[in-house]
């Protein structure tokens, strides 16, 4: 199965930034879908964005919209996803994986399993 490995996260200020990072070591992702879900305390994981395989074409869950982009880079077989403005509830486990984006945002391949994700924490 593939799994993506997730960095970048960490304490962050209201209305500060961070920038999350979604690498391979044996997986191309410029040719597939790639999605970030977050998974907070007792809350289900759901899917904040997704970036399609095609045409780069974006995708956000409406909370995140306006604040944060996803955006890849070939050249370095990256994913990113630029947090803005954050909220106290950003906080959560952030995850990437093999996606199909759609209306649900983003659903994990059933090829892929999840890493182990960063801890974003949002906090004065």
């Known amino acids: 199965q593939v799994q993506l490995v997730e960095s970048g996260g960490g304490l962050g200020q209201p209305g500060g930034s961070l920038r999350l990072s979604c690498t391979a070591s044996r997986f191309i992702l410029d040719k597939a879908a790639i999605g970030w879900f977050r998974q907070a305390p007792g809350k289900e994981r759901e899917g904040v964005s997704c970036i399609s395989e095609r045409d780069d074409r974006t995708y956000y869950e409406d909370s995140v919209r306006g604040r944060f982009t996803i955006s890849r880079d070939s050249v370095k077989n990256t994913v990113y996803l630029q947090m803005d403005s954050l909220k106290p509830e950003d906080t959560a486990l952030y995850y990437c994986?093999?996606?199909?984006?759609?209306?649900?945002?983003?659903?994990?391949?059933?090829?892929?399993?999840w890493g182990q994700g960063t801890q974003v924490t949002v906090s004065p």
């Open positions: 994986a093999p996606s199909v984006c759609g209306r649900g945002i983003a659903t994990k391949t059933a090829y892929a399993s």
